[in-house]
């Protein structure tokens, strides 16, 4: 069975989005794909997600208030069969880590983009653009990996 890794700045905001929307994708769609999200850094380990992420994902009807933050090791490099970035830097400190099997989540939508981190700059109002960021490239990635 397939596993994918999505690995954030905090695993607080956007990876538990992605790790979740993917969860549900799946689920939906009766595939077999196990996921995980998990953080480069390790100041929320233990954590639930941060409350915008939790009430942004609620407001497009999932749960993440279960989730609690860890921080990527090298285990993951092997146990996962790919890690998927949430932007540019995620990426260079995961193959700055060693990790070999690291793509940007961005690459899977035209553009390329970053899926920016809405933890020190916006509002609720930029976990909503995330969200919805997210979701338009977890799906295109599901549908490319599966
Ligand atoms: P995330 O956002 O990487 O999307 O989980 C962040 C949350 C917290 C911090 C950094 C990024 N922080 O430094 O506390």
Redesign the pocket.
């Known amino acids: 069975m397939k596993k994918l890794l999505f690995v954030?700045?905090?695993?607080?905001?956007?990876?538990?989005l992605a790790e979740a929307i993917a969860r549900d994708y799946i689920s939906k769609n009766n595939l077999d794909i196990i996921v995980d999200g998990a953080?480069t850094?390790d100041?929320?380990v233990g954590n639930a997600p941060?409350h915008y992420?939790q009430q942004v994902a609620q407001e497009f009807g999932i749960d993440i208030s279960n989730l609690k933050?860890r921080q990527v090791n090298q285990n993951d490099f092997t146990q996962f069969d790919l890690l998927i970035g949430?932007d540019e830097k995620?990426v260079a400190d995961l193959k700055n880590l060693g990790c070999k099997n690291v793509v940007k989540l961005g690459n899977y939508l035209e553009g390329n983009p970053d899926i920016p981190?809405?933890?020190?700059y916006e509002g609720y109002e930029g976990y909503d653009k995330v969200y919805k960021l997210i979701e338009q490239c977890v799906i295109k990635l599901i549908e490319k990996e599966k």
């Open positions: 954030c700045l905090g695993n607080i905001c956007r990876s538990p953080g850094g100041w929320h941060y992420a933050a949430l995620n981190d809405p933890y020190f």
